[in-house]
């Protein structure tokens, strides 16, 4: 288990995608109505990161910490590869097998895979306006006339006629409207594969968040049952002490109720336990309850990789994103809409034909006299529709107009979301170098509260503010130290997670 790997999808290069392309392709060097797409121009090329620097333990005059120097600088560059498998840098096998579980069997990511393979079906199905169309058509039918009908001859008459013909026409793209339509189906089933993209890169990060924070509940449970088991032995030595008339019953019951308030916070910690294995095994596609024994508590070890930083944040990183990329091509096919509603100004060009056999007379119907034959061009070109058309165009440009934004603000959110997530990356490790700290100074007070206390120097509440300060910044460090894996995780998901990062 532990050297399952996953490889990273390529949704955005499905097969039948890259098929008609080639059609596409052809038909590029004819004219065709309406813009053609460029991808827009955006103002910002890179942004400076809220950087926290190297953690160190100096302080300013302020008493904060203060970011080492660039020279001392030796945090880990994040790279492609990094980014890319980010999971395996962990070397724990049960993440590692979680993720390859959650992008194979989970269900809402085979969700957004047949709705990938709908469009891509649809735009194959676009491609058929390039192409001539047939039918067969046949039929029996008897007549009957009489004299003073229009076809009646002054006589009555009557006959059969059968008819067996192939059918087909052609439309000619003249003015390119098909072609812009198979261009905006291309683009949209393009725009598909990247929001499929995007769910590969949520679900394995949001896999490996929940992952995280199973095993800080389950971290948070340890510290809370070892101290319970250290309050406990105070408790019986101070009863004992009471029983053999030399103790204090106020500390007794003081001791008392710190005990049950420390055994009170078990039961919440363990209900979250159970509900994150439940959301695990719900995200890997398994039944909750399933990896009950894959998820069952590790020893306590130091989620903490070596302090990684960014050397800068390009336009082009952005833009790399999958979500981005989804926005962008949804863009493209918004912007061939336009000229699909303009090609309704101008006419339409078809060439028809049959091919069949026709006869009203008790000879054989497939005989050299009953062959008829047609081939000629057709016009159609509606002259007046209302404004529709206008009104048509318009609307299409008008939602080109706010796809543009939306790309816009797609860009604008990531540079957001990288900022925000480095800087909670890089500030943690200062409060969790402070939470260190506190917590060996607490450790220190209880001892020597004890102390004082068996001495007769101090009374009881003094060894209970020690223990429960203990607890409560044992618990935040096991927080913390959770907390900086997680937002590493929200890191190199906003990078793109697999499939976008920073380059080599």
């Not at 400076?48 to 620097?53: E, I, Q, R, T, V």
Request: proline share 4%; hydrophobic share 40%; aromatic share 8%.
């Amino acid at each position: 288990m532990k050297n399952q790997k996953i490889a990273t999808p390529n949704f955005h290069r499905q097969a039948i995608g890259l098929l008609v392309f080639a059609a596409v392709a052809g038909c590029a060097s004819l004219p065709s109505v309406g813009p053609n797409y460029e991808e827009p121009e955006l103002s910002a090329t890179s942004v400076a990161l809220p950087d926290a620097g190297q953690p160190t333990t100096n302080l300013t005059e302020s008493c904060e910490y203060r970011p080492a120097a660039s020279n001392e600088d030796v945090r880990v560059v994040i790279t492609t590869n990094t980014v890319a498998h980010w999971w395996t840098s962990f070397n724990d096998p049960v993440l590692e097998s979680l993720v390859v579980g959650g992008v194979s069997n989970n269900v809402s990511f085979l969700m957004a895979q047949t709705r990938l393979e709908q469009a891509a079906w649809e735009l194959l199905g676009s491609f058929a306006g390039f192409m001539p169309h047939f039918g067969i058509e046949g039929g029996w039918n008897r007549y009957w006339y009489r004299p003073n009908t229009r076809s009646g001859g002054g006589n009555y008459n009557r006959y059969n006629v059968r008819r067996f013909a192939v059918d087909g026409d052609w439309e000619i793209d003249v003015f390119g409207g098909t072609r812009r339509l198979a261009e905006s189906a291309l683009a949209q089933a393009e725009s598909a594969g990247w929001t499929v993209a995007d769910a590969w890169v949520a679900l394995t990060t949001q896999i490996g968040l929940q992952y995280v924070r199973l095993r800080t509940v389950q971290e948070r449970i340890d510290v809370a049952r070892t101290n319970l088991v250290l309050q406990s032995e105070t408790y019986e030595i101070l009863k004992s002490r009471l029983e053999s008339g030399i103790g204090d019953e106020l500390a007794v019951n003081q001791c008392a109720y710190i005990v049950e308030e420390t055994r009170a916070r078990i039961p919440q910690l363990l209900a979250q336990e159970e509900a994150l294995k439940n959301a695990i095994a719900i995200l890997a596609g398994e039944t909750p309850g399933a990896l009950d024994e894959a998820l069952r508590p590790q020893e306590r070890r130091d989620w903490l990789l070596a302090p990684q930083r960014l050397e800068g944040l390009s336009l082009d990183m952005m833009r790399a994103r999958p979500d981005v990329r989804a926005a962008e091509r949804a863009l493209a096919a918004q912007t061939a809409r336009i000229g699909v509603a303009k090609a309704a100004w101008f006419p339409r060009l078809f060439v028809s034909g049959q091919v069949g056999w026709e006869n009203r007379h008790k000879t054989k119907l497939f005989s050299r006299d009953s062959f008829l034959a047609s081939l000629g061009p057709a016009v159609s070109w509606p002259i007046f529709q209302g404004g529709a058309v206008y009104a048509n165009v318009k609307a299409a440009e008008a939602k080109t107009a706010e796809l543009a934004l939306a790309y816009e603000l797609a860009v604008e959110t990531a540079y957001g979301e990288v900022r925000d997530a480095y800087a909670a990356y890089t500030q943690e490790y200062h409060r969790y170098q402070s939470l260190q700290g506190a917590v060996k100074a607490a450790t220190d007070a209880v001892t020597i509260s004890q102390d004082l206390y068996k001495n007769g120097l101090k009374d009881f509440n003094n060894v209970l503010d020690a223990q429960r300060s203990r607890l409560q910044l044992e618990e935040e460090l096991v927080v913390s130290r959770g907390q900086i894996t997680m937002e590493l995780i929200g890191l190199y998901r906003a990078l793109g997670g697999g499939l976008a990062a920073p380059n080599d």
